[in-house]
């Protein structure tokens, strides 16, 4: 490797300046959505509309988020806070300085650029000011839809951002450049305040960029950020959060026709209460239905992003079902396109917290009641399961655990984010924890076990935001064997009383097939 001549720098007992970013005369600061379509359309391939009038793209090869291809700078002061292992791997101030200069080479020579200036967090006291500059006019849309807008008053005094992003996607990263891996990079100082990415198109990557910064500053700020969706009564102002990897339900269960939405993926706890990070919503694409879904449904429109879908080539109109591309369609909208999104993304301290998990053992009983100590124990593990292709009859479920329901976006230890999640139950007496499982019971798939039905879980959120489940708690409860969890001993409107128990749910009793079930 070889270093620029630094002689003249000599004198100087600071770190050197870093060059700073030449935009090209035709950058487009916070194109309207009409604009990025029009660009879209004519310049990027394989984009076209929906029947519905939403935005189709292609992110390239990467269809998913590369959270190997991740790196921090290794720089102080946050040297020392970082939780270094898989997840925040290093990446040294050199090999940074390298992987920028690339991506501003190749963006400073882009006919088309485009900006992005947008907040993250929907409290003014907390929020951060991100600039995006990437040059798909797709990933500005996108951008736009997620971050929070500013007004035309706060555009013109927004001033310099707090943190921004260069995305050079369509640029591979240079693997003889120390610490780089692939010819994808993302890479993220804190020091700098910068996100450099290279070599992935997926736009998801910007949106966790933000999120992995949020995780880092709130926490030294005394706020905890929180992998979770949340939702507010119409009438009561009561809020809940919702915990839960991917595919246990987040979206699906905040999404709630009787209550209002404050956000689907990433929110703040701070003093105040409890505010969304985000100004639009990304959900799964995969097997939508407006049946099952109909807030996301309807909110695929004009100014909507669909990523990696497939269409009819006539009608235009989505196969949703299809995952010929990938499993990870994905939709991104505006919060203001669900009818009862809350604005401005903010509501009280949480009244309800539910930890989703979708375990695929029938071990778990559909909901429990958790103790503060339980709270913790669940909060760091993390637990969910897998089943893949059960269609194709694997049966084999895989286990996962990720620490706070989001180990690939923290930047402190697990532990960090645990104690000040204990505190704030601790200052907030009245908060339940329920443990929700949306995943199988009685036994596992192919033994027996069926999948919970969605209508069972909305059933079961109702009567935790009813009160009524706490009330049949309180009065009388099962404890669960081994894990010492506290069920429902009496039925609940909807849900069949045989579920509650998941001994009693099993068709063999203490046969040698309950105990092949080991943790």
Known sequence: MFRLPRHHHHHHHHRRRLATFAFPATTKRNAPAASCYVDALQHEAKTTLSSAGALVVHSGAKTGRSPTDKRIVEAEPSLNRVWWGNVNRKLGQHAFGLARKAAFEF????????????????????????????????HALFMQNMLIPPTTEELESFGDPDFTIYNAGQCEADMSIEGVTSKTLVALSFETKEVVILGTEYAGEMKKGI????????????????????????????????????????????????????????????????????????????????????????AIRFGTVLENV?????????????????????????????????????????????????????????????????????????YT????????????????FSACFGAPFLVHPPRLYANMLAEKLKRHGDVKVWLLNTGWCGGAPGNGGSRIPLQYSRAIVDAIHSGELAKSIETKFDVLPYFDLKIPSAGLPGVPMSLF?????????GGRKMNTIVF
């Open 107 to 138: 963006l400073e020579t882009r006919e088309k650029l485009y900006t992005v200036d947008g907040f993250a967090g929907a409290d003014p006291a907390h929020r951060l000011k991100f600039r995006v500059v990437c040059s798909r006019s797709y």
């Open 211 to 298: 999120f992995t910064i949020m995780h880092y500053l709130m926490p030294l700020k005394g706020i905890l950020s929180l992998h979770s969706s949340a939702n507010e009564g119409k009438v009561d102002k009561d809020v809940s959060l919702f915990f839960g990897l991917s595919g246990t339900g987040k979206t699906t269960l905040s999404a709630d026709p009787n209550r209002n939405l404050i956000g689907d993926d990433e929110h703040c706890w701070s003093d105040d209460g409890v505010f969304n990070i985000e100004g639009g919503c990304y959900a799964k694409a995969v097997d939508l239905s407006k049946e099952k879904e109909p807030e996301i449904y309807n």
């Open 310 to 382: 497939v269409l009819d080539p006539i009608t235009h109109e989505v196969d949703f079902k299809s995952r010929s591309i990938t499993e990870n369609t994905r939709v991104c909208y505006p919060i203001t396109y669900i009818p009862n999104a809350k604005i401005p993304s903010r509501g009280g301290h949480p009244k309800n917290i539910i930890f989703l998990t979708c375990d695929a053992y029938g071990v778990l009983p559909p909901v429990s009641a958790l103790t503060v100590e339980q709270t913790m124990y669940h909060f760091l593990s993390g």
């Open 385 to 400: 399961s897998k089943v893949a292709g059960t269609e194709q009859g694997v049966m084999e479920p895989t286990a996962t």
């Open 501 to 509: 128990h998941p001994l009693n749910a099993w068709k063999e009793k």
